[in-house]
């Protein structure tokens, strides 16, 4: 089991930045796929991005595209998400996840507490 640990969410105005990490624990991470998800107000946990095993691959929801970067080190066992040109809807709790693909579509298993982002306008 992959126990994870998020930082880095805050307040940011609308057009800004913010970098996520989440570190984790245990010899197995570098063999898993590792995603990026998020949950608003009221609103289901939603799929944001995944990066395969090496990082030599990456996929977005069409909602992040272009302005979402996802990546990973090995290395240092931590999975980053940098996010540019931040917009209001992108308020959420962002949670790191072990992640599968099943039926086309990628899902959480192991995940962390997640950690609070806010996009003002």
């Known amino acids: 089991q992959v126990q994870l640990v998020e930082s880095g969410g805050g307040l940011v105005q609308a057009g800004g930045s913010l970098r996520l990490s989440c570190a984790a624990s245990?010899?197995?991470?570098?063999?898993?796929?590792m995603g990026w998800f998020r949950q608003a107000p009221g609103k289901e946990r939603e799929f944001v991005a995944v990066?395969?095993?090496?990082?030599?691959?990456?996929y977005y929801a069409d909602s992040v595209k272009g302005r979402f970067t996802i990546s990973r080190d090995n290395a240092k066992n931590t999975v980053y998400l940098q996010m540019n040109s931040l917009k209001p809807e992108d308020t959420a709790v962002y949670y790191c996840?072990?992640?599968?693909?099943?039926?086309?579509?990628?899902?959480?298993?192991?995940w962390g507490q997640g950690t609070q982002v806010t996009v003002s306008s």
């Open positions: 245990g010899r197995t991470f570098s063999s898993y796929a």
């Open positions: 990066t395969t095993w090496s990082g030599a691959n990456t």
């Open positions: 996840a072990t992640t599968n693909l099943m039926s086309g579509l990628w899902y959480g298993d192991s």
